[in-house]
């Protein structure tokens, strides 16, 4: 409950209920629950079958998980024995995104800074907790849609039937999968279905390390740039951009940076990458390695000479279909801090709030079920708490007779659940 | 309904405090963004004045849902000719100062450009 960045999480009888208006999906109370209560919705792996052509879209950052003593081809040979008929990484569509960028750059000067529209996390955030930045967000796509265009375009020009083809992303975090079932800025996703990364880790790892060699090794591409291979990193973007460029990792430190932006204390940054966890996707949750070394193998690779990414490289052909495309619609602010629609209303919500702030301890020890003291007295004043939740009152209530003690655990257990007290009466 | 922060002299860590105060309270009052927007940057701006120049002063805020009304007080050396210190460009930085990137006469332009009514007082040599 605590660690939610913008204070989505309440305790309501004995389990955690989320605002999902104020959530931005970020996956930092899936990090943090001890007994891992809370899961990552995906799509069952078997839905893959119900399509002839299966993509797998596999991010750069997937490989970078493996020991250094497996080689890419197996990694390829086993997400192909596992069911799938195609492996495109997501980067591939970055070199072209990249010089995109830099146009838009050039013809957007008044919007400064930029931000880049990569993290679907913190575009969220953007909407929801500095609603007046949304104007800054670059509307191009993030590679990964490019790339899912890329693919179903160049398998349709091969013959192939739209209706069978399948594109199932293999996603490090729980923000894309929200962005790709509930799309900004888009109408509708290109994407069929999600399949969490450390899913397919296992089942690839499990194949590697049972190598029975019935499928034939499978020699990857070569046609990734150095560029793309670090696209995902922490710089990975920034370091392209051309002009001064910040990139901040870590969705608090985001936060206390787009703070200041929007005070107007910080001027003269053209770009800012920005990615909800620390070291980028790397630090995914759905990472199975550990981030810095993940992060480590991924700037180790060796560059690919120039020839070597075009000749293995057939996006290039399709570079005009794409970037035509390339373009989102305009992001909405969706402010989630309003106490109401009509100020006059906001306003005597908001007194409310102060006078009941006055009253309590300013613990924030959480046991009210909000997150600290002041996030419980907005929410008595949006009426969705009741001062009596809080353990400080209720012992002041007790001993002026207002509240008897039987009252008092009554309301302890429907906030925390009956199992909490019965287990310590015994 | 009022609101009123102390500003400290000299302190530059704390410079933005108010502002980042007064934003939170008008995003909860649902005021729009772009207004939002006009409003802190014009008040970050003064607040790092009195920071700045001043020997200390305070912020009042006195919103209701037709305006949004700032004061800012404070006790400092005054300015002598404000007509003067409206002026594009002007300031009294030093050649030092301006080298180091301050003073490019643009504060209390900003703050004019940004709301919708500015009003000057001072008085000079009462402290």
Redesign the interface.
């Known amino acids: 409950m605590n660690v939610c960045p913008t204070e989505a999480i309440r305790v309501r009888n004995g389990k955690a209920i989320l605002y999902e208006n104020r959530c931005v999906d970020c996956g930092e109370c899936f990090k943090a629950c001890p007994v891992s209560a809370i899961f990552i919705d995906q799509d069952d792996f078997k839905r893959i079958q119900a399509y002839k052509y299966r993509i797998a879209l596999v991010p750069a950052v997937f490989f970078g998980q493996f020991p250094e003593e497996i080689e890419q081809n197996q990694i390829y040979t086993a997400i192909l024995a596992n069911g799938f008929t195609h492996i495109y990484e997501v980067e591939i569509g970055v070199d072209l995104l990249a010089e995109e960028v830099k146009r838009y750059a050039k013809s957007h000067p008044e919007k400064k800074p930029l931000i880049s529209s990569f993290c679907p996390a913190i575009i969220r955030l953007v909407q929801v907790k500095f609603p007046a930045l949304t104007e800054n967000i670059i509307l191009l796509k993030p590679p990964l849609d490019i790339t899912a265009l890329y693919c179903r375009k160049e398998l349709t020009d091969q013959g192939i039937n739209p209706a069978e083809i399948g594109v199932f992303y293999i996603t490090p975090c729980a923000a894309k999968i929200a962005a790709i079932k509930s799309p900004v800025g888009e109408d509708y996703s290109m994407i069929t279905g999600v399949i969490n990364m450390d899913t397919l880790y296992n089942k690839v790892y499990k194949y590697i390390r049972n190598d029975r060699s019935t499928h034939p090794a499978v020699i990857p591409k070569k046609h990734l740039s150095k560029t793309a291979w670090q696209w995902a990193l922490t710089h990975g973007e920034a370091l392209h951009f051309p002009g001064r460029s910040l990139a901040i990792d870590e969705i608090h430190n985001v936060i206390e940076f787009l703070e200041k932006i929007e005070n107007g204390e910080i001027g003269d940054i053209d770009f800012l990458e920005l990615r909800a966890c620390d070291e980028s996707c790397a630090g995914g949750v759905l990472l199975s390695a550990n981030r810095f070394l993940v992060a480590e193998r991924l700037r180790s690779y060796t560059p690919l000479a120039k020839e070597e990414i075009s000749a293995g490289n057939s996006i290039q052909a399709y570079t005009d279909y794409l970037l035509r495309r390339i373009s989102i619609q305009p992001i909405n602010p969706r402010s989630m801090m309003k106490l109401d629609e009509n100020m006059e209303v906001a306003m005597r919500k908001m007194d409310k709030s102060s006078r009941m702030l006055q009253c309590l301890p300013l613990t924030d020890c959480g046991a009210c079920g909000s997150p600290n003291c002041q996030a419980f007295a907005n929410d008595i004043a949006l009426g969705e708490a009741d001062i009596r939740q809080c353990i400080f009152i209720q012992k002041n209530r007790e001993q002026t007779g207002e509240l008897t003690p039987d009252e008092s655990l009554e309301i302890l257990k429907s906030i925390w659940g009956n199992d909490k007290f019965f287990s310590n009466s015994k | ?1 009022q609101f009123e922060y102390n500003i400290e002299a000299g302190n530059f860590t704390k410079a ?1 405090d108010a ?2 105060s007064v ?3 008008l ?5 729009d ?2 207004i ?2 006009r409003i ?2 014009s008040l ?2 003064g607040e790092v004045n009195i920071v700045a120049h001043a020997n200390g002063g305070k912020i009042i805020c006195d ?3 037709s305006r949004v009304h700032i004061q800012l007080i404070d006790v400092g050396p005054g300015i002598p000719d404000i007509e003067k210190a409206m002026q594009a460009g002007f300031s009294t930085a030093s050649a030092k100062v301006r080298e180091m990137g301050f003073g490019a006469g643009m504060g209390l332009q900003n703050i004019k450009n940004n709301a919708d009514e500015l009003i000057i007082k001072s008085e000079v040599g009462v402290k």
């Open positions: 309904m933005g502002s980042s934003k939170k309270i995003k909860q009052l649902n005021v963004p772009q939002i927007k802190v940057v970050y701006e919103i209701d849902t």
